[in-house]
Structures are given as structure tokens and as C-alpha cells.
């Protein structure tokens, strides 16, 4: 089992940028895809974006593409989430998740982190 732990929360005003990251540890980073979810207040925690365990290719929610770029550092068993542009709509806890490459469901997750959009 893997550890994940996020940092970078942040109050930014619309049209800034933030950045995430989460850091791995427990086990072999290179055999987990990596994804980021986040959780609005009220609504359920849906998917933004993943990166595949090889970092070779990468899907994200339609609402953020363009705007978000998730990407992966196996050395340093850490993965980043550039978020540029935020609108108050991407007001969430963020959270760092992982799956074992070739398996469906998300098993390891972060505490989360808060990412407020406010004028």
C-alpha cells in the first residue's frame, strides 16, 4: 500500500494559477497510475485527470482541458497538478490518488487538500 500526501492549498482569485503536488511513498511508484479527483461542497468527488503509470498519456475532465496539466516525476515518486486559469467553479478538496497499473478502481488515496477560487 502506498501513502499520498497533497500540498499546495491555496485561495487564488479567478483567472490565477496554483499548482499541486503529491508525494508517494510505501511503494513503487512506477506501478501505479496516478490521478487527481476533487470534491465541491454538496456534490459527489468526481475525476479531473489521470496520468498513466509510464507518464505517456494522460485524460482529463472536459471542463479542465486546457486549463489543468497533470504530470509525473518516477524519480522523485511525486506527481503535479498545474492548474491555470481557475474559475470559482473549481472551488475543492483536491485529492492525489492511485491505482495499480492494469487495475480499474482507485485503492490509495490523500487527505485532500482545499483549492478556494474567490474573487
Known amino acids: 500500500q502506498v501513502q499520498l500526501q497533497e500540498s499546495g492549498p491555496g485561495l487564488v482569485k479567478p483567472s490565477q494559477t496554483l499548482s499541486l503536488t503529491c508525494t508517494v511513498s510505501?511503494?513503487?511508484?512506477?506501478?501505479?497510475?496516478m490521478g487527481w479527483f476533487r470534491q465541491a461542497p454538496g456534490k459527489e468527488r468526481e475525476f479531473v485527470t489521470t496520468?498513466?503509470?509510464?507518464?505517456?498519456?494522460?485524460t482529463y475532465k472536459d471542463s479542465v482541458k486546457g486549463r489543468f496539466t497533470i504530470s509525473r516525476d518516477n524519480a522523485k515518486n511525486m506527481v503535479y497538478l498545474q492548474m491555470n486559469s481557475l474559475k470559482p467553479e473549481d472551488t475543492a478538496v483536491y485529492y492525489c490518488?492511485?491505482?495499480?497499473?492494469?487495475?480499474?478502481?482507485?485503492?490509495?488515496w490523500g487527505q485532500g487538500t482545499q483549492v478556494t477560487v474567490s474573487p
Open positions: 490518488a492511485a491505482r495499480l497499473k492494469f487495475v480499474f478502481d482507485y485503492s490509495n
Open positions: 496520468i498513466h503509470w509510464s507518464g505517456g498519456s494522460t
Open positions: 510505501g511503494g513503487t511508484f512506477s506501478d501505479y497510475d
